[in-house]
């Protein structure tokens, strides 16, 4: 069965600060991940996402996210936070085209201005 | 270009009523189409997904249905809503050729 798990539930960070949210996997064949945001009240927008290839990837907003197959990690990154970067973020995994994801639980990302 | 439409965007509901909630896609065909709900602090749990007309899967058993009368129309009802039923619905859709969801705006449900 597949999985995802982010260990951090909330993370207070300064703006203008480097962030990283960590998302660990568990996929039986080669998954397919992404990451989303969802702002207050919004629905979930994607950010990014990786089949193969390069194992960095640039998403929008200024995030990117690496691949590491031996750690089954799927970390998000941003060097400066902007106060808009407040928001909940979801990493997910899925197989094959039109499968579905499965969701870990979301990281709330708070920013001090 | 794709675009996912969800209604309504609120909606508080007593005990006991029905429910209706629709989700449209437009600029695509035969989607898979899915439902999800967010409960307060809590992540996103697949109620029911649907790969074609009048094929619904469901994922955890309770108190709602999902029908999928059209090839981009998706249904999320109940007979009698419970307090527990309260959360943000989210509608999302993909297809055979791309990867990953394009999510509906939600739509935040308050049973009373």
């Known amino acids: 069965a597949q999985s995802v798990t982010q260990p951090d539930i909330h993370i207070t960070v300064s703006e203008g600060a480097s962030l990283e949210l960590r998302c660990n996997y568990s996929y039986g064949a080669t998954p397919y991940l992404f990451w989303y945001v969802q702002s207050p009240g919004q629905g979930l927008q994607l950010l990014l996402k990786?089949?193969?290839?390069?194992?960095l990837v640039q998403g929008i907003k200024g995030f990117e996210a690496e691949f590491k197959r031996s750690q089954s990690s799927f970390n998000l990154r941003k060097p400066s936070v902007h106060w808009s970067d407040a928001a909940e973020y979801f990493c997910a995994v899925g197989g094959a085209a039109g499968n579905k994801l499965t969701f870990g639980g979301g990281t709330r990302v708070l920013v001090k201005p | 270009s794709q675009t996912i439409h969800q209604w309504p965007a609120t909606l508080v509901q007593p005990v006991g009523s029905p429910l209706s909630l629709e989700c449209t896609v437009e600029g695509t065909s035969n989607p898979n189409l899915y439902w999800y709900r967010q409960a307060a602090g809590r992540g996103l749990q697949l109620l029911f997904y649907?790969?074609?007309?009048?094929?619904i899967s469901s994922e955890v058993p309770q108190n709602l249905s999902a029908s999928r009368p059209q090839d981009r129309q998706f249904i999320l009802s109940s007979k009698k809503l419970l307090l527990s039923d309260s959360g943000f619905y989210l509608c999302?859709?993909?297809?055979?050729?791309?990867?990953?969801?394009?999510f509906g705006s939600g739509t935040r449900l308050t049973v009373v």
């Open positions: 649907s790969v074609g007309i009048g094929q």
């Open positions: 999302a859709w993909t297809d055979r050729v791309d990867y990953g969801y394009t």
């Open positions: 990786y089949f193969s290839g390069d194992t």
